[in-house]
């Protein structure tokens, strides 16, 4: 069974700092990785989606890498700022079972002014 | 394209009522599915319908039931509600042909039971 775990729960940096988020999964065998943000109360807005062959993907300030060998992803968000404050969810889809996302519990970051 | 719209937003139910969670998408996808999503926890599973006229149950489906109405509609049913099913409840839905195997989530439905 595929466990997906997001480590620290929560996070808390000056602006400006630099941001790394990680995310591990046991079962290598997977189709995509992707990297949600939840605002309190909101929904789900996706952020990156990295497929299996691939290592990274860069959306603006956002960098998530994919290590598939080692069941770790990680997301990289450069010189945070206090709107980057949210919960971050990564989740997978594994290779055994397409119709099912498995999510992480999430990071809560908290970006000082 | 609204792509995938949820009704209610919020709801509040007495422990033993009963309601149905709407869903509903617009992007002509095959795949529909239903989460819940519990304080501090991420999503979680209940049901799915991979195409229309098929579901399967998920990680969490006992006291919940639902129908694949057609193509864009895929409806969660609580029949008689109980306190541990406070939760906010995603739609989403999914096009089989897309080899990404993205999803695409509603805003959620705010349930709690008292």
């Known amino acids: 069974k595929q466990e997906v775990t997001q480590i620290p729960a929560a996070l808390s940096v000056p602006e400006g700092e630099n941001l790394v988020l990680n995310c591990s999964f046991t079962?290598?065998?997977?189709?995509?990785l992707q990297w949600f943000r939840q605002d309190p109360g909101k929904g789900l807005t996706s952020l990156l989606l990295i497929q299996s062959s691939q290592r990274e993907q860069t959306s603006g300030r956002l960098n998530a890498s994919l290590d598939k060998s080692s069941g770790r992803s990680t997301l990289y968000i450069a010189a945070s700022q206090p709107g980057d404050s949210a919960t971050y969810l990564c989740a997978v889809v594994v290779k055994a079972a397409v119709n099912k996302l498995t999510f992480g519990g999430g990071t809560r970051v908290l970006v000082k002014p | 394209n609204a792509g995938v719209t949820q009704t209610p937003k919020f709801q509040v139910l007495k422990t033993g009522q009963s309601m149905t969670l709407q869903c509903a998408q617009d992007m002509n996808h095959n795949s529909m599915y239903w989460y819940r999503q519990d304080p501090g926890m991420g999503l979680r599973l209940i049901y799915y319908?991979?195409?229309?006229?098929?579901?399967d149950k998920g990680e969490v489906p006992n006291g919940y039931n639902v129908s694949r109405l057609n193509k864009r509609e895929f409806s969660l049913r609580l029949e008689s509600a109980a306190p541990s099913q406070t939760s906010v409840y995603f739609c989403?839905?999914?096009?089989?042909?897309?080899?990404?195997?993205?999803?695409?989530f509603g805003p959620g439905t705010r349930l709690t039971v008292t």
């Open positions: 079962d290598s065998a997977i189709y995509n």
């Open positions: 319908s991979a195409s229309e006229g098929t579901t």
């Open positions: 989403a839905s999914r096009r089989v042909q897309d080899t990404n195997y993205e999803q695409y």
